[in-house]
């Protein structure tokens, strides 16, 4: 079928933005969401895991596939907004079991003025001095001084050695090493780009996690598995520590709209299990499955819960 989908990157986004629906309420004095999990670290050991979805102003970049905008606000927040999100987040945490890392995502660029104002970082850092370790995400276009700046903000509230790792991680949307489809999302991003905002992190001591999407739009199906280690394999050459697959999901109007024209197909719980599968082979670093609303991909009931259980044992022991 053929597909309206434009060729220019701001007639993309003039498509994209025409067919959102409407935003879910924010409010910019509470986080989106709280909630604990656990991931290996470095060492092999499990690490619990404080996130926060901090509630924020929509990211300046218009990807095709993100559906984060519907928790955004149309306004910057106002400084001392964000301090106050991870205030109430904080005192919500369990006093027994105090997690190791804190990561705190944004649905967008926590280096974004714009998202987060420049002012808070200092008092970001030192709500955040207790953890062993921050994560934070960030377009690869704002990866800079102010990422340098904000780590030293971190070292000397928390006034600590860290026994090992990185004080600061910074998590990037790679999407994918296809470069053909990485051109189409419109992330105004190049494999170039993100090598050389990678190189920053390392130069500075900061620690990279990479996201990559499984089975993204313009994307044939039969290359989910392939394009999704391939990408897996990129991430790590750029010395991440961390790769996140993040199986493509609809639900935000353009991504229907790409499916109705045959450029989209979701993919299943097998997809998703093959990649994990064959980026952990691949032995170079971890690997994370987001096993967020599984229960709307389009498995048979009968083999989800057995995937899911297979997936959920992967994340935990990183054995395949």
């Not at 901090?54 to 905008?69: A, G, I, K, Q, S």
């Not at 400084?79 to 804190?102: E, F, M, T």
């Not at 105004?188 to 992190?201: G, H, N, S, V």
Request: glycine share 6%; aromatic share 6%; hydrophobic share 45%.
């Amino acid at each position: 079928m053929k597909s309206d989908y434009p060729s220019s990157a701001a007639a993309r986004t003039r498509w994209i933005l025409a067919r959102r629906g409407p935003r879910a309420p924010a409010d910019p004095t509470r986080p989106a969401g709280v909630f604990t999990e656990c991931e290996p670290d470095e060492a092999s050991r499990l690490a619990r895991v404080l996130t926060v979805l901090l509630t924020n102003r929509e990211c300046p970049w218009r990807c095709v596939m993100c559906d984060l905008w519907r928790h955004t606000t149309e306004q910057a927040v106002p400084p001392g907004a964000i301090p106050a999100q991870l205030r109430r987040a904080l005192a919500r945490r369990p006093v027994r079991a105090r997690p190791a890392h804190l990561k705190l995502y944004n649905a967008g660029s926590f280096f974004d003025p714009g998202a987060i104002p420049p002012a808070d970082h200092a008092a970001i850092a030192r709500l955040a001095a207790p953890f062993d370790r921050v994560i934070v995400e960030c377009h690869p276009r704002l990866v800079g001084p102010a990422v340098a700046a904000f780590l030293v903000r971190l070292e000397e509230a928390a006034a600590r050695p860290l026994a090992g790792g990185h004080r600061l991680e910074v998590a990037m949307g790679l999407e994918t090493a296809h470069p053909g489809v990485l051109a189409q999302l419109n992330k105004r991003m190049t494999l170039d780009l993100f090598a050389r905002a990678a190189d920053f992190l390392r130069r500075h001591g900061v620690g990279l996690r990479a996201f990559v999407l499984v089975q993204p739009p313009f994307l044939p199906p039969g290359e989910a598995v392939e394009w999704a280690v391939r990408s897996a394999e990129k991430a790590f050459e750029c010395g991440a520590s961390v790769v996140t697959l993040i199986p493509t999901r609809a639900g935000n109007g353009a991504m229907e709209a790409l499916a109705t024209a045959g450029h989209f197909t979701p993919p299943s719980l097998a997809t998703l299990e093959a990649s994990l599968a064959g980026c952990l082979r691949l032995g170079r670093g971890r690997v994370f499955a987001d096993l967020w609303d599984l229960e709307k991909f389009p498995d048979a009931p009968a083999s989800r819960l057995a995937r899911v259980r297979r997936l959920r044992r992967m994340n935990r022991t990183q054995q395949v």
